[in-house]
């Protein structure tokens, strides 16, 4: 899925202000500078007209025609020329440089004599006068744009504050505040809607919340008793002298049943103390310590070998329990699914943790390694949560739960990236 680039509310208002109001300035600039030069050529072509009424009027009269060039060169012609209007240099000696000019060249006729007439205004002028209009229009716009800019972008940081304010609140929100949250009153209606509404739902989920923390905490602690108490009884028959083999086989079975169902209660009340956000002491946690303790201590109960490679400098920020767990669980996955006697590989960097253990084929379904109560193997003393408690733990931390298998070693990887 493509990413999708994200703005702030007021920078994104304002860049859509300024995109709009330069587009506007443009379309403005360009339709004032047509108006102006059609107005221009149009006052232009008028006075050269009424140049040459002027000049036929005084023909008319019966003054001799004269040509004061480069305004106006009257000749005498055989016969009628067609109108014409151009664009034409001519050498000015005022400014003794060539200068554009608008010519109109017409023909008139008095007592039988035709005069060609050509009349013409200094055209450069009135581009100066179009550019000076723009540049002054565009100038005023400019600074009037900036005014209103930062005028609209002050209101707009006062009108949205109420709801920037929720926002900070709700980012700030937490399960174990103790005070409620209380949002600022605005005088914008769709504003205290929503902070109505914000309300109602906060309120909702603390009370969720607290009555789903009950719930765990009551199911756990009533689970625990009676699953104490049976084994506490079947420890007694099995103390009897006077118990037959098959009884003794029985009774051992079930005790084990009862140790793994208080385990899987244990590890679904820690799955849901994880969602309900109930580790929220994160610390700097010395990872290589935590790793090295929980080696020794499967070494006194496991004829595995572990081979560590551990930096001195990998600590991560996690609850401290929690990286108990999370190593726990890497460690007993490697060790119920390899062979006894077999090696078991550790490495442990500031960036990452990886539990290697020998196998010989991959696993068949490795997208669904992390899912609850996935199990590939008969295993029965796996509860199918230890993976998927790793990919929870690693998932509240922001970490990455990956799983690979190198063939040419025949090692199943299981690693832990600490993305920072």
């Known amino acids: 899925m493509k990413k999708v680039r994200t703005f702030r509310l007021l920078r994104k208002a304002s860049i859509d202000f300024l995109l709009m109001s330069a587009g506007l300035l443009i379309l403005t600039a360009i339709a004032l500078f047509v108006y102006t030069r059609t107005l221009l050529d149009e006052e232009i072509a008028e006075e050269l007209y009424s140049q040459i009424a002027f000049i036929q009027q005084d023909i008319d009269a019966g003054n001799s025609p004269s040509s ?19 664009d034409t240099l001519m050498f000015d000696p005022r400014q003794n440089e060539l200068e554009l000019f608008r010519e109109l060249s017409k023909t008139i006729q008095s007592e039988n004599r035709w005069f060609q007439i050509k009349v013409r205004v200094l055209f450069i002028e009135s581009e100066d006068i179009i550019f000076g209009i723009i540049f002054s229009f565009t100038s005023i716009f400019i600074i009037a744009f900036l005014i209103l800019f930062f005028i609209n972008r002050s209101r707009n940081e006062k009108l949205w504050h109420p709801f920037f304010n929720s926002l900070d609140k709700l980012k700030d929100f937490s399960f174990d505040a103790k005070e409620p949250m ?17 309300n109602t739902l906060v309120l909702k989920i603390n009370s969720d919340y607290s009555t789903l923390k009950q719930f765990t905490e009551d199911v756990s602690h009533e689970a625990q008793t009676p699953l104490a108490i049976m084994q506490a009884k079947i420890e007694n ?76 400098n990998s600590n991560v920020i996690i609850d401290s329990y929690l990286a108990e767990i999370l190593t726990n669980n890497l460690l007993s996955n490697a060790v119920k699914y390899s062979d006894p006697k077999s090696m078991v590989f550790v490495r442990v960097s500031e ?39 790793v990919s929870k733990i690693c998932s509240y931390y922001d970490f990455d739960a990956s799983y690979s298998f190198r063939e040419s070693e025949q090692l199943h990887v299981f690693r832990i990236t600490f993305i920072k």
Do not use: W
Not at 68 to 86: C, F, M, Y
Not at 184 to 195: P, R, T, V
């Open 237 to 312: 028959i099995i103390n009897q002298q006077h118990i037959s083999d098959s009884l003794y086989e029985e009774l051992t079975s079930l005790q084990k049943d009862i140790k793994r169902l208080t385990q899987l209660n244990k590890r679904l009340v820690l799955l849901a103390k994880i969602d309900n956000n109930q580790f929220s002491k994160a610390e700097k946690v010395d990872l290589a310590t935590v790793i090295c303790e929980r080696i020794e201590d499967f070494q006194d109960i496991s004829e595995h070998t572990f081979k560590k490679e551990v930096s001195p």
């Open 182 to 198: 209380v949002f600022e009153a605005s005088n914008i209606e769709e504003f205290n809607e929503l902070n109505g509404r914000l």
């Open 351 to 389: 960036h990452m943790l990886e539990v290697s253990n020998k196998g010989t084929t991959a696993i068949e379904n490795p997208e669904r390694i992390f899912e609850r109560f996935y199990r590939e193997s008969s295993n029965k003393k796996s509860t199918g949560l230890g993976l998927s408690i």
């Open 68 to 86: 004061l060039k480069p305004i106006i060169e009257i000749n005498e012609v055989s016969r009628a020329l067609p109108e014409t209007v151009k």
